[in-house]
């Protein structure tokens, strides 16, 4: 399918896992797309292997809270004409545990990386996506903002934030005829998820709350982002969608 010819997307934390593979789709259905991520090697090697299958990538050096690095981001989206898909997929979790239990540290970096930095994101963003014609802002949220994880307490709660601020964003920019929604994956195979699928008890447990018995895979994931940032899910605003193989969801 290529939904998304001439529409310019910027994918954060893209370098691998869930970013990557939606940097990929996105590229896949016809968008230019910028990648990025901290590591300039990381960045280079995704941008690579990329260019190998023949998409329509650029890529560069941009962590999220630092807002030189997120101004570049959108210089080079001007410089390729323009931006019409944010997906702002970076988070961070630098300490295990239950909520109460949280370093406060620990728990401004997760608020700064996981919140703030969508929050700017999105503020930043807006210029740009109202002079595109289908201007889509998209979140990636977790299962976890639903239905707490007690060993990730406040990652839980920063993921719960970005619930609502999909749905007040949405609000606002809805007379532009931006679209805001927020994806909220379950347990998906990625680096960051390693703890909870790589050794056989902790596979077994979180099996046990997947009703599709089966981890997630990175696609999963970015063909439900391909569809919002279409024109198929034009209609669809201020929604938070739950890939997560029908774990329980309810707030
Ligand atoms: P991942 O495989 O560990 O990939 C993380 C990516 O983020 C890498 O490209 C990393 O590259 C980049 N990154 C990390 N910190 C960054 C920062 N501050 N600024 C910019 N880039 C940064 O993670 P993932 O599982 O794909 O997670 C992606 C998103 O999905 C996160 O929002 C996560 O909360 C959410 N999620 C994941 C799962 C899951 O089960 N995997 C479930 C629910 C939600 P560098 O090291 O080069 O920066």
């Not at 410089?79 to 401004?108: M, Q």
């Not at 347990?187 to 050794?199: C, H, N, R, V």
């Not at 391909?226 to 969608?241: K, M, P, Q, R, W």
Request: charged share 20%; glycine share 8%; proline share 2%.
């Amino acid at each position: 399918m290529k939904r998304l010819c001439g529409r310019i997307a910027v994918v954060t934390a893209s370098t691998d896992g869930i970013g990557f593979a939606i940097a990929q789709r996105l590229a896949q259905e016809g968008a230019k797309v910028i990648i990025s991520s901290r590591k300039e090697k990381n960045v280079n090697k995704a941008v690579d292997k990329l260019c190998k299958e023949g998409l329509d990538v650029k890529g560069l050096v941009c962590h999220v809270s630092n807002a030189t690095d997120r101004e570049k981001l959108f210089d080079q989206a001007h410089k390729l004409g323009g931006l019409d898909i944010l997906v702002s997929n970076a988070a961070v979790n630098p300490e295990v545990g239950d909520v109460l239990d949280c370093s406060e540290s620990s728990w401004d970096k997760i608020f700064d990386v996981n919140v703030k930095s969508s929050f700017l994101l999105a503020k930043e963003a807006v210029p740009l996506l109202k002079q595109s014609k289908s201007g889509r802002l998209i979140f990636i949220s977790s299962i976890a903002g639903f239905q707490p994880f007690n060993l990730l307490g406040a990652y839980s709660v920063s993921k719960t934030a970005l619930l609502g601020l999909t749905k007040a964003a949405a609000l606002q920019l809805a007379p532009d005829g931006i679209t805001v929604n927020c994806v909220a994956p379950g347990i998906i195979q990625t680096k960051f998820s390693d703890a909870l699928t790589s050794s056989e008890s902790a596979r077994t447990e979180a099996l046990s709350r997947i009703p599709l018995n089966r981890l997630g895979d990175t696609n999963d994931v970015s063909g439900v982002v391909a569809f919002l940032a279409s024109n198929d899910g034009a209609y669809v605003t201020g929604e938070n969608i739950v890939v997560a193989g029908g774990m329980a969801s309810r707030l």
